[in-house]
């Protein structure tokens, strides 16, 4: 089955340090994005990238970085986790010229 | 004003009963609409996208578009505990590539 994986599923860390979290996957989309998801805010985004050479900063982009290795890779760096950073963190392919995204199983994430 | 709006509910309503939830969205240059699910948890799960005004049917699901009025709605028919979950509502504009997402309705569906 084509998918969307994310690892890992659950970190537990420590602020101040440097956490990745990566995505892959195999559907063949050119898209992928990465979201975050807090309780009462919904979903937010934070990078997306159309293809590896076009990243782009999302509404929420401050304290995370990106990197597209490949077409169906898409890590998100914390260079310094915060606690503010604790969250559930989605990743999300999608195809050109369609707006439909799907998502990865997602990471829960908490920065103690 | 937020862009997409929901109400957050919880919308509770009887096993076999139909649901109704609601979407209203800002920008009038929308031209994408979808609804997801997403059980406590886990990940949002497509399970409708709609492009043009008036209804669409899937199985138990329908999604309704009014571009005039700006809302998008989902009408479950036959309720069953296995949708209980938060029904999130996301819109796209045709000179965007980004999905705007609304804080979600949670559904209970009680037997």
């Known amino acids: 089955d084509a998918d969307v994986t994310q690892t890992p599923r659950n970190r537990i860390t420590k602020t101040g340090k440097r956490i990745m979290l990566e995505c892959s996957q195999t559907k063949g989309h050119d898209r992928m994005y990465w979201y975050r998801q807090d309780p009462g805010l919904g979903l937010r985004l934070i990078y997306y990238?159309?293809?590896?050479?076009?990243?782009n900063k999302g509404e929420i982009s401050d304290g995370y970085s990106v990197s597209r290795q490949a077409q169906a890779k898409f890590s998100l760096s914390l260079e310094s986790a915060i606690p503010n950073q604790t969250a559930l963190y989605f990743c999300?392919?999608?195809?050109?010229?369609?707006?439909?995204?799907?998502f990865g199983p997602g990471t829960r994430l908490t920065v103690l | 004003q937020k862009e997409v709006e929901q109400n957050s509910g919880p919308l509770s309503v009887p096993e076999g009963a139909i649901a109704s939830l609601n979407c209203t969205y800002s920008?009038?240059?929308?031209?994408?609409f979808f609804w997801y699910r997403q059980y406590s948890g886990k990940s949002p799960e497509l399970i409708m996208s709609?492009?043009?005004?008036g209804d669409k049917e899937d199985g138990r699901f329908t999604a309704q578009l009014n571009k005039a009025s700006q809302y998008v709605s989902l009408l479950i028919r036959d309720s069953q505990p296995s949708d209980s979950a938060t029904y999130l509502c996301?819109?796209?504009?045709?000179?965007?590539?980004?999905?705007?997402f609304g804080t979600g309705t949670r559904l209970q569906v009680f037997p």
């Open positions: 999300a392919t999608g195809r050109r010229f369609f707006n439909e995204q799907f």
């Open positions: 996301a819109v796209a504009s045709y000179n965007t590539d980004k999905l705007i």
């Open positions: 920008d009038r240059g929308s031209q994408s």
């Open positions: 709609i492009y043009s005004n």
């Open positions: 990238s159309f293809d590896v050479k076009d990243i």
